[in-house]
């Protein structure tokens, strides 16, 4: 047989067929559906409140503007809540990786006491919510309604998160536990120095989906905050979106319309220093998110 017979094809150099054209077109349409309106969004908030009104499906700006981003952060709210939502990042993160991390753990070990009924009460809030007005009066005794706190608490525990992780645990050899408590090292060691090296890809995503929660976080916030100072991000967001649209639909003339600020602009420039953080954030634990959601959904 000759040599040329037993090369193997290059990766890339084999012919696209028909089907592969097809689904790159309908992936392409997809992902222009998704950036144009994204692209859209951006350019609004560079552009002037009159070119905005000449073309509202704005592409690229013919006059570039700061002024939207300058009324944004003008009175400082927006900063206000970056600064709260950072707190919660920082209390709340590594409080929920706690909690979901050592009861998943707990929940995987095959002699953990009581482990099927602990496992139906978590199961069982996935099925059935007592609803905010418990939650609330819980908080409400626990005096820590109007501190964020509630809104910490309130989101510090998701049991989907600890579903995916238990299953995740539950693929790592049982051997290596074995091992460290020979050694004489306990639960906690084990947990911290053996089998959270060894879950990097589910630590990522459980991570990014707390994060995520967190950041968006708004419904909770609503609820047991009052004081404008102590609002996250995304109510600051709420309130500015919704103080621009009422201005411009009580403006009385044109003229008052254009006086009052660049609300449309206001809006997208909002959105857009909003979501450009998280942005930024998923890519960096993007290359285990895949492994840790397909090893943790599926119980070996």
Same mark, same amino acid.
Request: glycine residues 4%; charged residues 15%.
């Given at each position: 047989?000759?040599?040329?017979?037993?090369?193997?094809?290059?990766?890339g150099t084999e012919?696209?067929?028909?089907? &592969?054209?097809?689904?790159?077109?309908?992936?392409?349409?997809?992902?222009?559906?998704?950036?144009?309106?994204?692209?859209?969004?951006?350019?609004?908030?560079?552009?002037?409140?009159?070119?905005?009104?000449?073309?509202?499906?704005?592409?690229? +700006?013919?006059?570039?503007?700061? &002024?939207?981003?300058?009324?944004?952060?003008?009175?400082?709210?927006?900063?206000?809540?970056?600064?709260?939502?950072?707190?919660?990042?920082?209390?709340?993160?590594?409080?929920?990786?706690?909690?979901?991390?050592?009861?998943?753990?707990?929940?995987?070990?095959?002699?953990? +006491?009581?482990?099927?009924f602990l496992f139906?009460?978590?199961?069982?809030?996935?099925?059935?919510?007592?609803?905010?007005?418990?939650?609330?009066?819980?908080?409400?005794?626990?005096?820590?309604?109007?501190?964020?706190?509630?809104?910490?608490?309130?989101?510090?525990?998701?049991?989907?998160?600890?579903?995916?992780?238990?299953?995740?645990?539950?693929?790592? +050899?049982?051997? %290596?536990?074995?091992?460290?408590?020979? &050694?004489?090292?306990?639960?906690?060691?084990?947990?911290?120095?053996?089998?959270?090296?060894?879950?990097?890809?589910?630590?990522?995503?459980?991570?990014?989906?707390?994060?995520?929660?967190?950041?968006?976080?708004?419904? &909770?916030?609503?609820?047991?905050?009052?004081?404008?100072?102590?609002?996250?991000?995304?109510?600051?967001?709420?309130?500015?979106?919704?103080?621009?649209?009422?201005?411009?639909?009580?403006?009385?003339?044109?003229?008052?319309?254009?006086?009052?600020?660049?609300?449309?602009?206001?809006?997208?420039?909002?959105?857009?220093?909003?979501?450009?953080?998280?942005?930024?954030?998923?890519?960096? %634990?993007?290359?285990?998110?895949?492994?840790?959601?397909?090893?943790?959904?599926?119980?070996?």
């Amino acid at each position: 047989m000759s040599k040329k017979a037993n090369k193997k094809p290059r990766i890339g150099t084999e012919k696209m067929t028909l089907l &592969d054209y097809f689904i790159f077109a309908v992936l392409l349409v997809l992902a222009l559906m998704i950036l144009i309106p994204f692209w859209n969004v951006i350019m609004i908030s560079f552009a002037t409140q009159k070119e905005y009104a000449d073309n509202p499906f704005l592409m690229f +700006p013919k006059e570039w503007t700061l &002024d939207s981003y300058k009324a944004l952060f003008a009175d400082g709210t927006i900063l206000t809540g970056y600064k709260n939502t950072i707190i919660l990042l920082v209390i709340g993160l590594p409080l929920s990786l706690f909690l979901t991390t050592s009861m998943a753990y707990g929940l995987s070990r095959n002699k953990f +006491p009581f482990k099927k009924f602990l496992f139906f009460l978590v199961l069982f809030t996935m099925i059935f919510n007592g609803g905010i007005v418990p939650l609330y009066l819980i908080m409400k005794s626990l005096h820590l309604t109007g501190t964020l706190w509630s809104v910490i608490l309130a989101g510090s525990f998701s049991a989907f998160n600890m579903i995916l992780m238990m299953n995740y645990f539950y693929t790592l +050899p049982e051997s %290596l536990m074995e091992s460290a408590r020979l &050694d004489g090292a306990g639960e906690w060691r084990i947990l911290f120095s053996v089998v959270l090296p060894l879950a990097t890809p589910i630590m990522a995503t459980i991570t990014l989906f707390y994060g995520v929660a967190y950041w968006n976080s708004w419904y &909770d916030a609503m609820i047991f905050l009052r004081k404008a100072d102590q609002l996250p991000l995304q109510n600051v967001l709420r309130n500015i979106i919704v103080t621009s649209t009422t201005n411009a639909s009580n403006a009385s003339s044109v003229d008052a319309a254009q006086a009052s600020n660049f609300s449309m602009g206001m809006k997208m420039a909002a959105v857009f220093v909003t979501m450009v953080p998280i942005m930024c954030f998923f890519p960096m %634990l993007q290359k285990h998110f895949a492994k840790g959601v397909l090893t943790g959904a599926i119980k070996t």
